[in-house]
């Protein structure tokens, strides 16, 4: 059982376009993680919400927290093929975050 | 900028050979982290660290093992690699103290088992 589901699984978009890209869950997470990772490469962290109702910006990113901590929005605003790569969220657990639980991703694929 | 590292980053190997999985970190983060990801798909949690000494296994049943002997140092242990283990191995870190939500992590190590 997947803990947080991510939507979509896939996004072919062209280059100006905007999108959203979700992360749900029936949990309530200490915090939220929304990481990018190339091919090959490990996931680089973009962003952490911890506020239920937060909202973070990061250039043409907008990162948005749920009121009650169990779901997290990416959008971004007029896409670059820069932005191609895997989205993925990740949520902290428990007292010391001593785990994080990770999304199954979204393969955004921007076209010049 | 994080400083975590992943040695090597690429491995093809027999079957049956033993092999280690090398990750270090310079930024004297408590927390360590072992995940398996197949290619394009999500990260599974195979072993943690609260510190030295200090090992557990994650959600997702593995046959490595891992030793936490210094602080910066958390290297994965396969005694006797099989097909089944192909993947990517990534490392990560945190630090529990200052930014307890994020991790870091390395670049990972890409495992062939021929």
């Known amino acids: 059982t997947q803990l947080l589901e991510q939507s979509p699984q896939f996004l072919s978009i062209q280059e100006g376009e905007n999108l959203t890209v979700y992360c749900n869950s029936s949990s309530v997470f200490s915090s939220l993680q929304w990481y990018r990772q190339e091919p090959g490469e490990g996931p680089v962290l973009l962003v952490t919400?911890?506020?239920?109702?937060e909202v973070k910006k990061l250039k043409r990113l907008t990162f948005q927290f749920g009121d009650a901590r169990k779901d997290s929005s990416l959008h971004i605003t007029a896409a670059q093929p820069g932005d191609t790569g895997l989205y993925l969220c990740?949520?902290?657990?428990?007292?010391?975050?001593?785990?994080?639980?990770f999304g199954s991703g979204t393969k955004l694929n921007v076209k010049p | 900028e994080a400083d975590i590292y992943q040695t090597p980053r690429y491995l093809v190997i027999g079957t049956g050979k033993k092999i280690t999985l090398e990750c270090s970190q310079t930024m004297g983060h408590d927390k360590m982290y072992w995940y398996q990801q197949d290619p394009g798909m999500e990260l599974h949690l195979i072993h943690y660290?609260?510190?030295?000494?200090?090992?557990e296994k994650g959600d997702l049943s593995s046959e490595s093992t891992v030793s936490r002997i210094r602080t910066e140092h958390f290297p994965l242990t396969l005694e006797s690699a099989r097909p089944s283990h192909t993947s990517q191995y990534l490392c990560?870190?945190?630090?529990?103290?200052?930014?307890?939500?994020?991790?870091?992590f390395g670049p990972g190590t890409r495992l062939t088992v021929t």
């Open positions: 990740a949520g902290a657990w428990g007292w010391n975050f001593n785990k994080f639980y």
């Open positions: 919400v911890v506020t239920g109702g």
């Open positions: 990560a870190s945190s630090d529990i103290g200052t930014n307890p939500h994020e991790q870091y």
């Open positions: 660290s609260y510190g030295v000494n200090s090992t």
